[in-house]
């Protein structure tokens, strides 16, 4: 099998700076985690808050801490640090070859898709965000590593893009019918949910938007590790 | 402008653990880091000293800290838990968008090449290995980000291939054959540089190597932010 991950990111609107951060690590015991993370409000605050969050988790995930004890540090220490007034979202998805499985940890309303066995499931039960009181938990689902896997997360700018129109993004269907064409790649997922997002906002958005979409498939290719980059410079 | 980076990486033939780790990780203050270590020997033993000295590395780089400061701590932490015992690469490309510049850190043989002007410079002047004596220095280079600028830089798993032919592989004339070509993608010279290594050595690699390559461009796209991993499984 290989894993296939691809993420795609943008600032909200005539702001220098979005307030998602995302970073995808190695595990200590193999794999790779994904963790996303959206700070309250937006602009330099916001991404402080982020990336404080993220890297709680990802030094904590690298000293071999299981992800939903890293989700609930980082909320105390977001709690602890802010007094409260602060709130962030977290998600944290894991390829865990110790475990075998796919780990997706969720502090976050908007929803985490995964598609399995033809199966699209919507995970969109309550969940609370960092930060807001002591003791939150995330919502943790596992899912043995098999080919056809398929999972797209997203912060809340996504399911925000059209709302000033009055037309806001339908983004369950959109991925419904994107997974429904042949065999999509991680990469052209992440982008044409990003682009049907900018679209909908005359491609200026009115929230940072970050998407990733992550995939395990049968490996046709090689045994190379591969990452990519790209990074547009003011 | 815009930054593009791509990393292949392979194991040693036979090892399931890489005893190099990679990660590239968002600067605080606006730009990325790619931070690559190679732990002395291969499995399991340099695998933990490589991600021990990564995992210091993007934990102070996410403080604010600056690469030289945080290579040199990374290898008094190293020298400190092992004894001076146990030795390990480190290169760190940064794109500093504080400062505008490339920085680049090195404390390892194997030199780093940029390409700048038409003109392809070699650093390998000779560079202290982490974790040997107490404070080692890495030596820093820096340079204004510009249009046109390309660096490739990895670990010594590259130099290494084809000597039990005993036809070692010439780095500097591959990549600037590479680079002689129409602007090739770093993506390119990353996979063809690893293929002309893994070709050397008959598909079974005689060390870990990984390839990093790093390009500045005019931005002829668009401003998404983009990532994309891929893991083979065993």
Not at 98 to 117: D, K, M, Q, W, Y
Not at 159 to 183: F, Y
Not at 189 to 205: C, F, S, T
């Amino acid at each position: 099998m290989e894993v296939q991950v691809a993420a795609a990111k943008t600032n909200k609107y005539a702001s220098s700076q979005s307030g998602d951060t995302l970073e995808i690590v190695e595990r200590p015991n193999g794999g790779l985690s994904v963790v996303l993370a959206d700070g309250q409000t937006s602009g330099h605050g916001a991404k402080a808050v982020s990336m404080m969050v993220v890297r709680k988790v990802i030094g904590l995930l690298a000293e071999g801490v299981r992800d939903g004890a890293a989700a609930r540090a980082a909320s105390d220490a977001l709690y602890t640090e802010k007094n409260g007034k602060v709130t962030c979202t977290l998600n944290i998805a894991s390829i865990d070859l110790e475990t075998g499985t796919l780990v997706l940890s969720r502090n976050n309303p908007a929803p985490i898709f995964i598609c399995h066995s033809d199966q699209v499931d919507c995970l969109d039960r309550e969940s609370e965000t960092l930060g807001t009181r002591r003791a939150i938990r995330p919502l943790i689902t596992e899912i043995e590593l098999e080919a056809g896997l398929f999972v797209v997360m997203y912060t809340d700018g996504l399911m925000h893009a059209g709302k000033r129109r009055g037309q806001p993004m339908d983004v369950c269907n959109a991925i419904q019918a994107m997974l429904d064409e042949q065999d999509p790649s991680p990469d052209q997922i992440a982008d044409a949910l990003l682009a049907h997002a900018l679209n909908l906002d005359d491609q200026r958005p009115a929230d940072d938007i970050s998407v990733v979409a992550l995939k395990v498939s049968v490996n046709n290719g090689d045994n190379i590790r591969r990452m990519n980059v790209r990074l547009p410079l003011e």
